[in-house]
């Protein structure tokens, strides 16, 4: 009888109250548990997840080697999922495949047949079509799985066994490179190269303690060997510092900026195209291609005329340059900040330690466990052989009792109903001994049987002898595992194809910023209009008549002056205070554009002064309404925030006044009272930040207007009707002072409105 499922008669509901709070944090913590230890992180020792670990597990089990015949991984899978993986079909498949692809995986595990994907990102064929068997790095990972090198436990039904972790004779955890993402926590892995990882690792056996340091390879000294840093199987160039890279591995967590192999290949002519070879690991060649063709049509790249992909088996991306001046360092560093062809590989080494502990690893911790690892494997298959020799030397001894006494044997047999007992009493065999005598074939009783029999004992003898001195002797086992470890160096030397290093090194080139920032707008003319309210626009193409500008009502032009998309538009308020903005951000000329208080942080009290374009070489004077004024490089005065920058000091009611090109060596200055003084420039400061020093001095009222000028050509200024007057040096004697000073009535035919222009 099945139980009952009828609720017992006393009307009571039978329901236990729990705490939510208690019943979520316990189901989600197993949950994550879960996630953490059987999906996600890798073991530190075999470098794989469960997945993998079963598949090829499983492969083991169906006698795929890398010297048998390829089977369909239709399966392979159902293996796997019917044995030791209760997931879904697709999720296995999709790890086997990653396991086969080559620009995945630096040393493929499995090796495919039919179509397993490709780096433009298109998926493998369905796993009816697709075949697989194991490749040698499968195959040392397993080394000496049936000769108790690992521990197994019972799978999800407990129908079989599965192994907890592989031997793992081949350094895959760091050769590989591994990623995923848990609950709360994630790996990132880069691959490396072995031959590196065998001299890593050779170095750690004779230095236990060895700092990461002297696991890294030094540039300065080519023949020490170690890590020089990830190599990644579709190449590429990385350009990070030894410094970073350094604390990186020594942190467990960091990353690794990877560029595009890239080369120019001359057309003649003095033309030329740049061919990219190698693309950053992990990245679509397709979908990378698709954005730089979307940056062109953006015009976003106007050094880049256009992109084409040459690939067959191998990479080639061909980029044509716009034109045969272009500089191709530039052009590419454009593209680097821009698209994928620079990428950074994070490195986050977040193992299961012990194949129980989450946690984050440096280099050199993950590679003595993975030894300490091997020399328990050592230990564990040694004293497997140790045990498999006794069992046999015990059942050689027995059959030499025979030989010695085969007559007697013989009679026993043949006279005896229980031979068994009458022969262990007679010699003292045991139980085993016994069994191989009665289970000797008649063929077996020539002479010369004694004689092999005779050798083999010995041979045992002596094996067992060395794996006893072995199994005592710790510095014998590092031997040994060092011993191991250059066989897989050999196996996978860098003079072998797949050994050889992928991923080169080098220094990013210091190309100009302001170039690689200009490589990266299109340079069109365009005519910049500030309103008196603060309203700015920047029109197409150089307008030189401004009448036919409209505002908006009460609104009026302040400035409006030619420009470039690739220049920088300088704006200085009445504060004192200046911002920077691109010429290619600006408003467009449709309407009345933007008020600028929308696109830059500017106080309600403020006003603009000027704009003007960007020269780095020019030096700027700046007069406060009070007199005060210092001169200021103009390049000390870009801001890269949308606060700004604060250059002149001035409190209400002194505002900024005046903005002028210093030229010449002499400064007149008018103010107000129309008296004007002139002085050397020599005598006012120059500053990045300041309040200034005074020019002129005044009862009451402030500046009005200051010329910098050549006093060898004279002062000149224009009138208001448009005629030009010059004073030279002699006539110039009665306003020539000092800095500070009130000065003299302005000359006769100087304009009414205090400005040297009119």
Same mark, same amino acid.
């Given at each position: 009888m099945g139980t009952n499922l009828i609720p017992p008669g006393d009307g009571g509901d039978h329901i236990q109250p729990v705490d939510l709070k208690a019943a979520l944090e316990e189901r989600y913590l197993a949950y994550a548990l879960s996630t953490i230890m059987h999906r996600a992180l890798p073991d530190v020792r075999d470098g794989l997840k469960p997945v993998h670990r079963r598949i090829i597990h499983a492969m083991s089990e169906m006698g795929i080697r890398p010297n048998s015949a390829f089977k369909k991984c239709a399966r392979?899978?159902?293996?796997?999922?019917?044995?030791?993986?209760?997931?879904?079909?697709?999720?296995?498949?999709?790890?086997?495949?990653?396991?086969?692809?080559?620009?995945?995986?630096?040393?493929?595990?499995?090796?495919?047949?039919?179509?397993?994907?490709?780096?433009?990102?298109?998926?493998?064929?369905?796993?009816?079509?697709?075949?697989?068997?194991?490749?040698?790095?499968?195959?040392?990972?397993?080394?000496?799985?049936?000769?108790?090198?690992?521990?197994?436990?019972?799978?999800?039904?407990?129908?079989?066994?599965?192994?907890?972790?592989?031997?793992?004779?081949?350094?895959?955890?760091?050769?590989?490179?591994?990623?995923?993402?848990?609950?709360?926590?994630a790996t990132s892995i880069p691959p490396h190269n072995a031959h590196e990882l065998c001299d890593a690792a050779l170095y750690l056996i004779k230095n236990p303690g060895a700092s990461v340091e002297e696991l890294l390879a030094d540039p300065a000294n080519p023949q020490k060997g170690g890590i020089e840093g990830p190599d990644f199987p579709t190449g590429g160039i990385i350009v990070e510092s030894r410094e970073s890279m350094l604390e990186t591995y020594r942190t467990g967590r960091g990353g690794f900026r990877v560029r595009a192999k890239w080369e120019t290949e001359d057309l003649g002519r003095g033309g030329y195209q740049i061919i990219i070879t190698q693309i950053p690991f992990q990245v679509q060649k397709s979908r990378l291609i698709e954005k730089i063709a979307e940056l062109l049509i953006a015009r976003r790249l106007p050094l880049l005329e256009d992109i084409r992909d040459e690939s067959a088996e191998d990479v080639r991306v061909v980029l044509v340059p716009k034109s045969r001046t272009v500089d191709p360092t530039i052009l590419m560093e454009s593209l680097f900040k821009l698209t994928e062809l620079e990428s950074r590989i994070p490195l986050n080494m977040n193992v299961l330690s012990m194949g129980k502990v989450p946690r984050v690893m440096a280099l050199n911790e993950v590679l003595t466990e993975w030894l300490d690892h091997r020399k328990d494997v050592l230990v564990r298959r040694s004293s497997f052989r140790l045990a498999a020799i006794d069992r046999r030397l015990e059942i050689l001894g027995g059959l030499l009792i025979a030989y010695l006494n085969l007559d007697e044997v013989i009679r026993i047999i043949r006279e005896e109903d229980e031979p068994k007992p009458v022969m262990v009493a007679k010699w003292d065999l045991s139980d085993v001994q016994a069994e191989a005598i009665l289970n000797m074939r008649l063929r077996n009783l020539r002479k010369l049987e004694e004689f092999e029999i005779r050798k083999e004992h010995d041979a045992l003898s002596a094996e067992k002898a060395e794996i006893e001195a072995l199994l005592a002797s710790t510095e014998k086992l590092w031997q040994t595992v060092a011993w191991e470890i250059g066989e897989v160096k050999k196996k996978y030397a860098k003079a072998t194809e797949l050994g050889r290093r992928r991923t080169l090194f080098s220094n990013a080139p210091q190309a100009d910023i302001e170039a690689i920032q200009q490589a990266m707008i299109e340079k069109e003319p365009i005519t910049v209009v500030i309103s008196e309210?603060?309203?700015?626009?920047?029109?197409?193409?150089?307008?030189?008549?401004?009448?036919?500008?409209?505002?908006?009502?009460?609104?009026?032009?302040?400035? +409006? #002056?030619?420009?470039?998309?690739?220049? =920088?538009? *300088? !704006?200085?308020? /009445?504060? @004192?205070?200046?911002?920077?903005?691109?010429?290619?951000?600006?408003?467009?000329?449709?309407?009345?554009?933007?008020?600028?208080?929308?696109?830059?942080?500017?106080?309600?009290?403020?006003?603009?002064?000027? +704009? #003007?374009?960007?020269?780095?070489?020019? =030096?700027? *004077? !700046?007069?406060? /309404?009070? @007199?005060?004024?210092?001169?200021?490089?103009?390049?000390?005065?870009?801001?890269?925030?949308?606060?700004?920058?604060?250059?002149?000091?001035?409190?209400?009611?002194?505002?900024?006044?005046?903005?002028?090109?210093?030229?010449?060596?002499?400064?007149?200055?008018?103010?107000?009272?129309?008296k004007m003084v002139v002085f050397p420039l020599a005598q006012i400061p120059e500053m990045s930040r300041g309040k200034g020093v005074r020019l002129q001095r005044y009862k009451d009222g402030g500046i009005s207007d200051v010329k910098c000028f050549a006093i060898a050509d004279g002062l000149t200024w224009e009138d208001s009707a448009g005629r030009t007057f010059t004073k030279s040096k002699d006539e110039l004697v009665e306003w020539l002072a000092d800095r500070a000073t009130a000065g003299r009535t302005v000359p006769k035919g100087f304009p009414r409105s205090g400005k040297f222009a009119g």
């Open positions: 392979i899978v159902g293996d796997v999922i019917g044995k030791f993986h209760p997931h879904g079909d697709q999720s296995v498949y999709d790890a086997l495949v990653r396991l086969a692809q080559d620009f995945s995986q630096r040393y493929p595990i499995v090796d495919g047949q039919g179509n397993f994907g490709n780096i433009d990102g298109d998926s493998a064929a369905a796993y009816r079509y697709t075949e697989a068997r194991m490749t040698d790095v499968a195959a040392l990972l397993l080394e000496g799985i049936d000769q108790d090198a690992v521990d197994f436990r019972p799978t999800y039904n407990e129908e079989d066994d599965e192994p907890v972790v592989m031997p793992g004779a081949f350094p895959n955890l760091l050769a590989n490179g591994s990623s995923g993402i848990a609950v709360g926590m309210k603060g309203w700015i626009r920047a029109l197409k193409g150089h307008i030189s008549d401004t009448s036919s500008l409209t505002f908006k009502e009460g609104d009026c032009l302040r400035v +409006a #002056f030619p420009a470039q998309t690739t220049d =920088k538009i *300088l !704006l200085v308020t /009445t504060g @004192g205070k200046v911002y920077t903005l691109g010429g290619d951000k600006l408003p467009g000329g449709r309407g009345h554009g933007e008020p600028l208080r929308i696109i830059v942080d500017m106080e309600n009290d403020q006003d603009v002064l000027t +704009a #003007f374009v960007h020269d780095p070489a020019r =030096k700027l *004077l !700046l007069a406060s /309404t009070a @007199g005060n004024g210092f001169i200021v490089q103009e390049g000390e005065m870009v801001a890269n925030t949308r606060k700004g920058k604060q250059i002149m000091n001035v409190g209400m009611p002194d505002e900024t006044k005046l903005v002028v090109t210093v030229t010449g060596d002499h400064i007149a200055v008018v103010g107000e009272n129309r």
